[in-house]
């Protein structure tokens, strides 16, 4: 069994103070993680949420967690990948930067960073916040396979171009959907990904109707969660 940490820089009682104190302890307490054997470090994605998460910017936090570690995995717990707060190239290419400079440690996960605080903030269409993500999460494991990427989808078009560098996993990092939704779990088994979720988002119990084979719980296990699935294989993602 593996254990990992998960960093939001909570604050109940925010002030500039105690908000550079907890981001500061939060690269401490990663480091000892990795001291006590712990084997991942996860850190948010939150923006504007002043009495929840302080974690605006976790590509810096773990960059700078990264380069005081050695061997405990690097995550994007998860990386908000709508458009308008991450264009999913410039993810690709943080993202491939980090690992590179990790020593090939990254996990990348997606999410949507649903909150009405946060998608005013930066201007993104919440009706549209799951397809872009879908996409997102197929760009950039086209980005990184490919010489040069294209992409023309239903959202988006991309011309040409090569996406620099590239990553030092291949054919790349591990990729996530944050599932808090019987929906999301599907999807991230139907797309051949990790399903990072909470006890409280498990599926419901089946129904009675469910057929109750073996090889009938198998399938429903293996759709909700593949723990060897946390590396999208190429069809899925390009």
């Not at 089946?206 to 190429?234: D, E, F, V």
């Amino acid at each position: 069994m593996k254990f990992s940490v998960i960093f939001e820089a909570q604050l109940a009682d925010p002030t500039v103070e105690r908000e550079h104190q907890v981001i500061r302890d939060s690269v401490e307490q990663a480091v000892l993680a990795e001291r006590m054997g712990f084997d991942r470090v996860w850190a948010v994605e939150h923006h504007s949420l002043k009495w929840y998460a302080h974690m605006s910017a976790p590509e810096i936090f773990l960059t700078w967690v990264a380069a005081k570690t050695s061997t405990t995995r690097i995550g994007h717990g998860v990386v908000c990948m709508p458009f308008n707060f991450n264009h999913p190239v410039r993810v690709a290419e943080r993202a491939a930067m980090l690992d590179l400079l990790s020593g090939g440690r990254l996990d990348l996960g997606a999410g949507r960073g649903g909150t009405v605080q946060e998608t005013s903030l930066c201007g993104v269409e919440r009706d549209r916040t799951a397809q872009e993500v879908e996409e997102a999460l197929r760009i950039v494991g086209k980005a990184w396979q490919q010489d040069e990427l294209e992409y023309h989808g239903e959202l988006i078009d991309i011309g040409p171009h090569p996406i620099l560098p590239r990553p030092r996993q291949a054919p790349h990092p591990p990729l996530f959907l944050a599932c808090s939704r019987t929906e999301t779990l599907t999807q991230a088994a139907e797309l051949g990904i990790g399903a990072p979720t909470a006890s409280r988002s498990a599926p419901p119990p089946p129904r009675p109707s469910t057929p109750t084979t073996p090889t009938a719980r198998r399938t429903t296990r293996s759709r909700t969660w593949n723990g060897s699935a946390t590396r999208a294989p190429t069809r899925s993602c390009a």
